[in-house]
C-alpha cells in the first residue's frame, strides 16, 4: 500500500513525530508513505529514510489554499496513491476535495478536540475516522454525528526500542529534582497555572529545578510573556527555566524525576506520557480527556482536578518525597505502556485499518421509484453483490416502495426518502447530511436525475458511477454517456455496472414473499373455491395516473373475462390500486365465486404472494407486470404508446402484445391521435384470448400444484 499522509507542519510535536515513527514502521513492513506539509523541522528524518515529502503551504486557513488541490491531485496520481490520510482540518479539507477528483478513499485521524465549527466537520469526514482515545471518539460521535462503526480508536504508540527504561533515580538521593512541563505555550495546557502550583510546591520543598519545554508560534509571544511575568511575580526565577523546543524529548525525560501536565482542557491524548512511561518517568496530570486512558489514579500516577492548584502541588509533593511509590508508579506505567501503547501496535492497528478501507466498499445505489423500476434493478443488485462480496450495500429508494425490496438478500440497509420533497432544498441537505455520514465509497445511481446526482455529490460517496444526462450529469466522476442509447431495461443498467468491473451478465428477476404473505395469499384465494384444475387468472387492468394512454379498454377485460369463464374453469383476480376501484365494478356480476376483486385491498408487500397464487396475468405497460415477471408466472403484456423492446421485463414466461402502429411509440401519457387509443383498442380480445390459452397451455399439473400451496 501506498499511503499519503497530509499535516500542517511537520515541527517537533507529538502528531508529527507519531507520523514519523508510522512512517518508519510502515517501510520495515513493506508498505510506502508520502507525506505532504508545509515543512519542519522532521523533514530531514523522512529524507534520510527515503520517505517523499512535498512542500505545499497546507497549514494556511485562507481560500486561496484551494488552488492547492489540484497540485494535490497530480501528486496522488504521480504517486498512486491508495489511501488519504489527513490529520488537520486544513490538509483534510484540501485532502478531500482532492479525494473527490481521484476516487480515492479519504480518512482522517482526529489528534485534538475541535470547536462545533463548520470547518471542523471534514474530521469526520473520513471512510474511517482514527481517534487517539476514548475522549475524542465520544466527541466525534456526539458534536460531529460520527457513527460509531466508522470510528476506530488507536492510542498513539512509542517505539520502546527507542527508550531506555531505569529505575535508577530511585535508588539514591536526589540533592535536586527535576520537574519538568513539555507542551506548546497556550492558556490551555496551564503553564500559568503550573507555575501558581511551582510557588505553592517551594513553601514544602525547595530542592528541584523546573523546566518548561516549548513554545507558542511563529510570531506569537503574548502568552511566553505573561509567563515570563507570572516567574517574576512570584519569584521563581532562580528555579524555573523557560526552554525551546527540543529534538531529545526522550533524554529530557530520562533525566526528569517527574512529569506534570497542567491542561485546563481535555488533552486529546497525551504522548509525552507515553514517553515518560517508557523511560521511568512518574507523572502527575489533569484528570480529565485523553489522560484517563494513559493513567490510573493512584496506581501508574496522580491526577489533580483542572485548575485546581493546591491539588496539583500536593501531588507533585508526594511524588517527589514518596519515592517508593514514585517507583510504584514508574514501573506500573511502563507496563501498561508495554501492554496498550507501544508503536508496534499502533503500526497494526492502523495497517487493519488501510486494509479495512481498502477491501470492504460502502456502496449506495441510487433507484427511488417506481415500482417497476425497482423491481428491474433487482438483477443489478445481484451482479453488484456478486462482484463485491463483502461490501456493504445501501439502497436509497422512496419509502413507499421500500416494502417491495424489504427481504432483498443481496442488500444491507436501506436511506428512505420521501422524492417529492427532495425540490426542498432543506429536506435535500439534510438527506445528503445522512448519506454523508455513512461514508460510501462508491454510488451507483440507476435512477439518473439531478436529485439522485446531487445525493451521491453532497453525500460524499468518492466514487460517483451512473448516466450522465444534461448539466447535472458533471456531479458524476465515473460517467456513461449513453443513456439515450435504447436497450433492455436490465442491460440498459449494466452499461453502468460493467464501468464497476461487472463483466457477467444476469437479467433474472425475482422477489421474495415471505411464509406469513404466501399464506395470507392462499387464504384470499379460497374465496373463489379453487379445484384441482382451476386457473387463476389476474387482470391489472389500470395504470399510472399519468399513462391513462397505457390501458387496454376495460371493455376488452370484460369481454375477455367472460370467454375465459366459459372455456376454462377459470378465476379472475382482479389487481390495482384504489383510485382503479370503478374498473372493477363491471366484473361483479360474474359472482364472488368467480372473480375476487383485490383492486386497492392489498398493500405493496402482498403482490409477490398474489401473484404467486396465479397461473396467468393479463397486464399493460405498468408496474404490476414486473412483479408477475418476476414471480416467474405466465404474463401477457399488452403495450401501446410505450417500446416493448425498452420496457418488456425479462422472463421466459413473458408474452408481448404490441400490433407497431406509425404512431407508436409515442410515449404520450394521453393518446393525440384522431383514432383515440388505436395502439390499444386496435389488440382484439380475439388474440388476446388465443394467447391466453396458449400460455395456459405451458402449466403442468405439477406446476399449477405447487402454485396453489404455500411454500416452506
Known amino acids: 500500500m501506498k499511503i499519503l499522509q497530509m499535516l500542517p507542519a511537520l515541527e517537533l510535536g507529538g502528531t508529527e513525530r507519531g507520523v514519523v515513527d508510522l512512517a518508519r514502521a510502515m517501510k520495515k513492513e513493506g508498505h510506502e508513505t508520502v507525506v505532504i506539509s508545509s515543512g519542519g523541522t522532521l523533514v530531514a528524518e523522512l529524507q534520510r529514510m527515503g520517505i517523499p515529502h512535498y512542500g505545499l503551504p497546507v497549514h494556511q486557513k485562507s481560500l486561496t489554499g484551494l488552488l492547492l488541490v489540484e497540485e494535490i491531485v497530480k501528486i496522488i496520481q504521480r504517486e498512486r496513491i491508495d489511501i488519504i490520510h489527513a490529520r488537520s482540518r486544513v490538509p483534510a479539507w484540501l485532502g478531500w476535495l482532492a479525494a473527490r477528483k481521484t476516487g480515492i478513499p479519504f480518512m482522517t485521524t482526529c489528534h485534538g478536540n475541535y470547536s462545533v465549527h463548520p470547518l471542523s466537520f471534514v474530521m469526520g469526514w473520513g471512510k474511517r475516522v482514527i481517534v487517539a482515545s476514548h475522549a475524542i471518539g465520544r466527541r466525534m460521535i456526539d458534536e460531529f454525528g460520527v457513527p460509531p462503526d466508522r470510528i476506530r480508536l488507536i492510542p498513539r504508540g512509542a517505539d520502546l526500542s527507542q527508550f531506555t527504561f531505569s529505575l535508577e533515580r530511585f535508588k539514591t538521593k536526589r540533592d535536586l529534582f527535576r520537574i519538568v512541563l513539555i507542551g506548546r505555550f497556550s492558556p490551555n495546557k496551564g503553564q500559568v497555572e503550573f507555575l501558581k502550583a511551582v510557588h505553592l510546591l517551594r513553601s514544602r520543598l525547595t530542592h528541584f529545578e523546573v523546566l518548561i519545554v516549548g513554545s507558542e508560534g511563529k510570531g506569537r509571544h503574548r502568552y511566553t510573556d505573561l509567563m515570563k511575568n507570572t516567574i517574576r511575580q512570584f519569584g521563581l526565577e532562580s528555579c524555573v527555566k523557560i526552554l525551546p523546543p527540543t529534538r531529545d524529548v526522550v533524554g529530557l525525560l530520562a533525566s526528569s524525576d517527574l512529569l506534570v501536565l497542567a491542561s485546563l482542557l481535555p488533552e486529546p491524548f497525551g504522548r509525552v506520557i507515553i514517553e515518560a512511561g517508557a523511560v521511568g518517568t512518574p507523572v502527575a496530570a489533569t484528570w480529565l480527556g485523553g489522560v484517563v486512558d494513559i493513567i490510573d489514579h493512584d496506581v501508574n500516577g496522580l491526577l489533580f482536578p483542572p485548575r485546581n492548584i493546591p491539588a496539583m502541588a500536593e501531588a507533585m509533593f508526594e511524588i517527589l518525597t514518596d519515592r517508593a511509590k514514585a517507583k510504584r508508579f514508574a514501573v506500573a506505567l511502563r507496563k501498561k505502556v508495554e501492554a496498550q501503547f507501544n508503536l508496534q501496535q499502533m503500526v497494526r492497528k492502523t495497517l487493519e485499518v488501510y486494509q479495512e478501507v481498502r477491501k470492504k466498499k460502502k456502496i449506495l445505489v441510487f433507484k427511488l421509484g417506481a415500482m417497476g423500476d425497482l423491481v428491474l434493478i433487482v438483477p443489478s443488485l445481484r451482479m453488484i453483490r456478486s462482484r463485491f462480496p463483502d461490501a456493504v450495500i445501501t439502497l436509497c429508494v422512496d419509502k413507499k416502495l421500500a416494502p417491495l425490496l424489504a427481504n432483498c438478500p443481496y442488500l444491507d440497509d436501506m ?189 405493496l408487500e402482498d403482490l409477490p404472494s398474489i401473484f404467486k397464487q396465479l397461473h396467468l396475468v393479463v397486464t399493460g405497460d405498468t408496474a404490476p407486470l414486473h412483479v408477475a415477471a418476476a414471480m416467474n408466472v405466465p404474463t401477457l403484456a399488452l403495450f401501446g404508446p410505450t417500446d416493448a423492446r425498452r420496457h418488456l421485463p425479462p422472463g421466459k414466461r413473458v408474452a408481448v402484445l404490441s400490433h407497431h402502429l406509425a404512431c407508436q411509440p409515442c410515449y404520450e401519457g394521453v393518446c393525440k391521435e384522431k383514432d383515440p387509443l388505436a395502439c390499444l383498442t386496435h389488440i382484439s380480445v380475439d388474440e388476446v384470448f388465443d394467447n391466453c390459452q396458449r400460455l395456459l397451455a405451458s402449466w403442468t399439473s405439477a406446476e399449477m400444484e405447487s402454485t396453489l400451496k404455500v411454500l416452506p
Open 415 to 603: 436511506i428512505l426518502v420521501d422524492r417529492k420533497k427532495l425540490s426542498n432544498l432543506f429536506y435535500l441537505l439534510k438527506t445528503a447530511r445522512r448519506i454523508r455520514r455513512e461514508g460510501f465509497d462508491i454510488s451507483v445511481d440507476l435512477h439518473n436525475n439531478k436529485w439522485t446526482h446531487l445525493l451521491a455529490y453532497l453525500g460524499g460517496a468518492v466514487q460517483r458511477f451512473g448516466f450522465a444526462r444534461g448539466r447535472w450529469g458533471g456531479l458524476l466522476n465515473r460517467p456513461d454517456r449513453t443513456f439515450e442509447i435504447g436497450d433492455a431495461p436490465v442491460r440498459h443498467q449494466f452499461r453502468i455496472l460493467s464501468k464497476l468491473g461487472i463483466q457477467e451478465f444476469d437479467d433474472t428477476l425475482e422477489l421474495w414473499p415471505t411464509p406469513e404473505g404466501l399464506e395470507k395469499a392462499r387464504q384470499m384465494m379460497t374465496a373463489l373455491l379453487p379445484r384441482e384444475r382451476t386457473r387463476i387468472i389476474g387482470f391489472v387492468m389500470g395504470s399510472s395516473p399519468k399513462w391513462p394512454s397505457k390501458r387496454w379498454p376495460a371493455g376488452h377485460y370484460q369481454e375477455l373475462g367472460k370467454r375465459l369463464l366459459e372455456k376454462h374453469d377459470a378465476r379472475i383476480v382482479l389487481i390495482g390500486s384504489p383510485d382503479e376501484a370503478p374498473l372493477g365494478e363491471a366484473f361483479h356480476h360474474f359472482g364472488e365465486e368467480k372473480v375476487l376483486d383485490l383492486i386497492g385491498k392489498t398493500g
